[in-house]
């Protein structure tokens, strides 16, 4: 039997819908129900669960998203995207369950030069992670603290970190949604082209989650995001020119919008290990954005 937290948000909501497709059963919570903050009561709700319904894997899908908020939200964050993450993969290495949990393309600074602007470049998972913001140190601590779990001699579980980026999918506002809310008050915006990294439909970070899960691949960092590469304003008028929009769009820089949190101008992840790995190939991010529009009814 499978666990899932944060199971109502965009990635929750698509690992349940896939798992109800192929006929996998499931236990799914969310943070109405489980305070996966509270580390005791967690232990003892996963050991209740394994107890009644032997839980095979944990999938942790919930975390601290507000990159700007959670400079004001610091505790809350770290709880959130460390602690957590650490806790539960403590306690699927306690009961022999596999484990996958998530983190960010941001633990990077975006300060390289390294790699150019094309199709063929980006971090990997060796690369070494500067994080610019309370989110993404909290990210990157969650990160250091899980990779202990899975370096304890004693541990046989699979334990996968999946750094991800720039997720969009149906269950909660995104980046996609938001541009096409924005374009029916405005007739001019404004978008970072500063900003580089790879959009990611949460329906396909689900599904290549779940063959990475069944996989016979060790245990460890991976990356994962749909193919190619865009800014901000890129991804934005891809959206606004299938929705015919007539405004006009203008290129913007980061610092113009004065946000809380610092964000790497390059965040780029290299998905050449899984690629690898399980023998894939990943779809391009328009084609990603398409499925969704076409599945949404956008």
Known sequence: MKLIFGANGKLGTDFRELLDS???????SDKDEVDITNG??????????HQN??????????????????????????KLNAEAPANLANIASEI??????YS???????????????????????????????????????????SQVIENPENTSKIYIVR???????????????????????????????????????????????????????????????DGIASKYEEAKYVLDKISWQGNLIRAKSEEFNLLAERPKFSKLSCKKIKEKLEITIPDWKNAIDRYFKENNK
């Not at 192929?22 to 799914?28: N, R, T």
């Not at 150019?116 to 969650?142: F, M, R, V, W």
Request: glycine residues 6%.
């Open 164 to 226: 991800t980026s720039w997720v969009f999918g149906k269950a909660s506002m995104n980046f996609v949604d938001k541009i096409i809310e924005l374009s029916k008050e405005k007739d001019e915006l404004r978008v970072v082209d500063d900003q580089i990294s790879s959009p990611t439909y949460s329906k396909d970070l689900a599904h290549y989650s779940l063959e990475l899960l069944k996989s016979s691949c060790e245990s460890g960092i991976y990356h994962f995001t749909n």
């Open 53 to 78: 319904y032997k839980i095979d894997t944990i999938i942790n899908c919930a975390g601290y998203n507000d990159v700007d908020m959670a400079e004001t939200e610091k505790e809350l964050c770290y």
């Open 22 to 28: 192929i006929g996998e059963k499931y236990i799914a």
């Open 96 to 101: 022999g369950a596999n484990y996958i949990t």
């Open 40 to 49: 005791d009561f967690l232990r003892a709700y996963v050991q209740t669960m």
């Open 104 to 146: 960010t393309d941001f633990v990077f600074n975006g300060l390289t030069t390294n790699y150019l602007y094309n199709e063929s470049t980006g971090y990997t998972e060796e690369d070494e992670a500067h994080p610019l913001s309370t989110y993404a140190q909290a990210k990157y601590e969650g990160e250091l603290l899980v």
